[in-house]
T-cell receptor, first 110, second 114 residues
Framework: ELKVEQNPLFLSMQEGKNYTIYCNYSTTSDRLYWYRQDPGKSLESLFVLLSNGAVKQEGRLMASLDTKARLSTLHITAAVHDLSATYFCAFSNTGNQFYFGTGTSLTVIP | DTGVSQDPRHKITKRGQNVTFRCDPISEHNRLYWYRQTLGQGPEFLTYFQNEAQLEKSRLLSDRFSAERPKGSFSTLEIQRTEQGDSAMYLC????????????FGAGTRLSVL
């Protein structure tokens, strides 16, 4: 079965703290994606990771990919309120079907 | 606005009625995807077009669902004989055929089946 597991599902963190969201996927994939969704809004692409060991950073967010472990991480550095959202990881198989995780709902509190 | 647009934004219908949604992708994008998202869940893949060809369709997709993309431009998703379980947000996304295949999502159509 093709599936994506994210943890934690809910994350409440204080401003200024660091944390990591984990994404495990069940089969080999050549592409791993991270998206952000604000309440009532659609999804916004954050990162796409194409190879083992890939690391991408944008502002306070950094994503990495370990294809051997079938694991991607999204690291948050010195969280700020504006990062409060739901974060999804997704992978695609060779058939161009995309599989999304259930999301991690992040709340950054003062 | 040059993003992905979906119409209508909201649709309320009675059980058993047919509904049709429209998606206009970003103009230079040849790939188009439909997803369904329910509260607290990630998007669930429904179907995928490259140009006008429907290349992938989820095995979970009921035969009450059909999608078209005539001429490889806009796409429609039709649900026949709607059921309460069809209530969800229906998302459309488009992308170009490049290695990264980053999908750009529309705002979605929220369907409520009464």
């Amino acid at each position: 079965e093709l599936k994506v597991e994210q943890n934690p599902l809910f994350l409440s963190m204080q401003e200024g703290k660091n944390y990591t969201i984990y994404c495990n996927y069940s089969t080999t994939s050549d592409r791993l994606y991270w998206y952000r969704q604000d309440p009532g809004k659609s999804l916004e692409s954050l990162f796409v990771l194409l190879s083992n060991g890939a690391v991408k950073q944008e502002g306070r967010l950094m994503a990495s990919l370990d294809t051997k472990a079938r694991l991607s991480t999204l690291h948050i550095t010195a969280a700020v309120h504006d990062l409060s959202a739901t974060y999804f990881c997704a992978f695609s198989n060779t058939g161009n079907q995309f599989y999304f995780g259930t999301g991690t709902s992040l709340t950054v509190i003062p | 606005d040059t993003g992905v647009s979906q119409d209508p934004r909201h649709k309320i219908t009675k059980r058993g009625q047919n509904v049709t949604f429209r998606c206009d992708p970003i103009s230079e994008h040849n790939r188009l995807y439909w997803y369904r998202q329910t509260l607290g869940q990630g998007p669930e893949f429904l179907t995928y077009f490259q140009n006008e060809a429907q290349l992938e369709k989820s095995r979970l997709l009921s035969d009450r669902f059909s999608a078209e993309r005539p001429k490889g431009s806009f796409s429609t998703l039709e649900i026949q004989r709607t059921e309460q379980g069809d209530s969800a947000m229906y998302l459309c996304a488009s992308s170009r055929t490049v290695s990264e295949d980053i999908q750009y999502f529309g705002a979605g159509t929220r369907l409520s089946v009464l």
